[in-house]
């Protein structure tokens, strides 16, 4: 795990630039640093060691040095790659999955990326040929974004606060960004709130020849393409599937640990990978503290438990680096536990395994699932329903109304993945008019939606998440915050062996009237006590709410909200009345009134300090 920066183009100072932008990442990868340098293009890489600690220093080059490359992320079937590569001549200096990409570049060209199972976001430039090729894993694990300048040079990075320290990167505020952002909670558009500046969809590779345009495309796609098969077959396949891709997540060659929550998710990660430490994080609020289930399970599995509870002054505190870290406002309340959980992780090893990506592949929000009353509802002939919700998406909005939309069975028309913060309507009314120039949330969701339209609901559902909200909200803040402290995070369920087998399970036996991702519990139950794997998701609870209703942190959020920065873009009245109003107990406004508050401590980091 570490970090890279890059640019094309002729520049003066470009090795004290190069510098600068390695700098601004330097969390990424303490250990070390290493740039490469010419004419036409730059590198730069600051490297966290994890495997071949004295021969894996970045850049990397093939054997006469005319193929260079800095690489983020973990190959997990390098070895395999390696055995092939080394069959066809080609020679290897280092133990190092780097390496792989190098001589895999030489092999394989452009397909490259498809061959490789991992988590990776990486830059090689040929010499040669005078031309970069990069590429982004398949879920969005690993970062990765570029601009053009205004003379058509390209930046590269890992993160956006590297291209701060470029003369050439005009830092501007992406008006388009903040309209969809207070409905999502997250950036869910490729271009970033900072304007010209774009990330690279997970699954896609690019090529760019030196004064050329970047050519992107696509290279992986999931398919949810059911196989019938026994159930119990299907659960020893997918124990056996989540073990192996546990044990090739394990490689290293330093300390790993484990996220533990109380959920069935990180719980059966922990019980296959059996470390030595497991580390939790809760509040000291009744519903929002699981780090006693996870203390009760790592004494079972005697496993040494780390755990911290987190106060309210400390995540305020904190808040501002959050924002920083994660280069744009993220609004996922969980952020701010998984910050001090990496920092807490971070005192004992270098390697954390965690339970991202089960929900989304094996299908355990309860969003994907149905209500008996919908249930009900459903045997009514679908072309009524279709009617009745084509009559009431026109009228004005009534108890029922989004029942009858969604009883539809065209999640195009309602499911725009797992967080909802403010509704469209309301959030074009408190933004000023210059804001609300962005997408709508259909809009967004649109090109999503086409690539499957004849796929199932729960397909339909579980593919815009995997393409929308698991890179834009779970992976974004998994990889900044655990960064932030220079711990790798690695993510098991996210596999791509794990992937294909999953999305050719039978609906019925992902979600039926016993529980969502009912199989997959099944196959943890293979691990884990009864306990663990029937529990009820918690998620990653904060007492947001109850801040909120405290006259300090109330006081805090209302100096905000009447700030001069907050009136260049909001209705800064009706923020005040939202958060008078929560914090009377008259309503519950939690999340409204922290994404808003999220994006004003970014703005304010990004545009005012700086």
Request: glycine content about 6%; charged content about 30%.
């Amino acid at each position: 795990m570490c970090g890279f920066v890059g640019f094309s183009g002729k520049l003066e100072r470009k090795q004290e630039i190069l510098n600068k932008m390695m700098a601004r990442i330097i969390h990424r990868g303490p250990d070390s640093a290493g740039e490469y340098l010419d004419e036409d293009a730059a590198l730069g890489f600051r490297r966290l060691s994890i495997i071949d600690l004295a021969n894996g220093s970045q850049p990397m080059y093939n054997e006469d040095g005319s193929i260079v490359i800095v690489f983020n992320g973990e190959i997990y079937n390098f070895m395999e790659l390696c055995r092939e590569l080394q069959h066809d001549g080609h020679v290897f200096a280092t133990n190092s999955d780097t390496e792989v990409l190098v001589h895999g570049w030489e092999k394989y060209g452009e397909e490259l990326a498809s061959h490789l199972r991992g988590m990776f976001a990486f830059v090689i430039y040929d010499k040669n040929q005078k031309r970069f090729y990069g590429a982004r894993d398949i879920f969005g694990i690993k970062p990765f974004y570029y601009y053009k300048t205004a003379g058509g040079d390209y930046l590269f990075g890992s993160e956006i606060k590297s291209f701060l320290e470029h003369p050439n990167f005009d830092k501007k505020l992406n008006r388009r960004a903040l309209r969809p952002y207070l409905t999502f909670q997250y950036s869910s558009l490729d271009e970033t709130f900072f304007e010209g500046v774009f990330k690279l969809p997970p699954a896609h590779s690019f090529t760019l020849e030196l004064g050329g345009e970047m050519k992107i495309a696509r290279y992986w796609d999931a398919d949810f393409t059911e196989l019938p098969g026994e159930f119990e077959a299907y659960v020893d396949a997918i124990d056996k599937t989540v073990h192996e891709s546990v044990e090739a997540h394990r490689i290293s060659d330093v300390k790993v640990g484990a996220f533990l929550s109380g959920g069935v998710d990180s719980s059966y990660i922990t019980a296959c990978l059996m470390p030595d430490k497991t580390f939790s994080v809760g509040f000291a609020y009744d519903k929002f503290n699981e780090t006693d289930y996870a203390k009760e399970l790592s004494d079972k599995l005697g496993i040494e438990n780390y755990r911290k509870l987190i106060t309210a002054d400390e995540c305020f505190d904190a808040f501002s680096d959050i924002q920083y870290h994660m280069d744009e406002p993220q609004s996922n309340p969980s952020s701010v536990p998984l910050y001090f959980l990496a920092k807490l992780a971070r005192e004992h090893v270098t390697v954390v395994l965690s339970g991202e990506g089960a929900d989304e592949i094996y299908a355990g929000y309860e969003w994907y699932d149905e209500s008996p009353l919908m249930q009900k509802y459903k045997r009514i002939p679908k072309f009524l329903r279709v009617a009745a919700a084509g009559i009431a998406k026109k009228l004005p909005y009534f108890k029922g109304h989004d029942f009858i939309i969604k009883s539809s069975g065209n999640p195009e028309d309602y499911f725009i993945g797992q967080a909802r913060v403010w509704p469209e309507k309301e959030a074009l009314a408190v933004l000023k008019p210059e804001y609300r120039v962005g997408p709508s949330v259909k809009e967004v969701t649109a090109p999503i939606y086409a690539r499957v339209k004849d796929k199932s609901e729960l397909d339909k559902k579980q593919y815009l998440d995997l393409n929308l909200w698991m890179p834009g909200d779970i992976l974004l803040k998994a990889d900044k915050m655990s960064m932030a402290h220079s711990l790798e995070l690695r993510v098991p369920f996210l596999d791509k062996k794990v992937m294909e087998q999953a999305q050719a399970i039978p609906h019925e036996y992902k979600i039926n009237g016993k529980n969502t991702k009912y199989i997959f519990r099944k196959a943890a139950n293979r691990t884990l006590p009864d306990e663990w794997a029937d529990r009820k998701k918690m998620g990653f609870p904060v007492p947001i709410r109850y801040w909120m209703q405290e006259e300090k942190y109330y006081n805090l959020i209302k100096a905000e909200f009447e700030s001069d920065a907050a009136k260049e873009f909001f209705d800064t009245d009706a923020l005040i009345s939202l958060l008078d109003a929560h914090h009377d107990g008259k309503a519950n406004n939690g999340r409204k009134i922290w994404t808003v508050y999220t994006f004003l401590i970014w703005y304010r980091r990004f545009f005012l300090a700086e």
